[in-house]
């Protein structure tokens, strides 16, 4: 079956840095854009980055300039190095796989980890 696994998340304080990182199972990973989308509680999920097979990257603007995503084809991982936490960024993050012209909804979902930022 395949499926994503996301880690990394934590409690972390205002300022502060996490990693978090989402392995594939399955074969051709290269193929499939892949995303970080948050839910915080009471609010719709949202997304926060997503990067092409191309490795053309696209942030919400709430991010940009603070979050990286990278994608590592031979690991099958994805990662989201998130720096200059701030409060509003308290969600749990999801990791998304899609081919290309398929919605994010209609694609593969990881379970979910925890970034709390809080001092």
């Known amino acids: 079956q395949e499926q994503l696994v996301e880690s990394g998340g934590g409690l972390v304080q205002p300022g502060g840095s996490l990693r978090l990182s989402c392995v594939a199972s399955?074969?051709?990973?290269?193929?499939?854009?892949m995303g970080w989308y948050r839910q915080a509680p009471g609010k719709k999920r949202e997304r926060v980055a997503h990067?092409?097979?191309?490795?053309?990257?696209n942030y919400t603007d709430s991010v940009n300039g603070r979050f990286t995503i990278s994608r590592d084809n031979a690991k099958k991982t994805v990662s989201l190095q998130m720096n200059s936490l701030k409060p509003e960024d308290t969600a749990v993050y999801y990791c998304?796989?899609?081919?290309?012209?398929?919605?994010?909804?209609?694609?593969?979902w990881g379970q979910g980890t925890q970034v709390t930022v809080s001092s």
């Open positions: 399955g074969s051709l990973f290269d193929v499939y854009v």
């Open positions: 990067i092409t097979p191309g490795y053309v990257t």
């Open positions: 998304n796989r899609r081919r290309i012209g398929e919605t994010a909804e209609n694609g593969d």
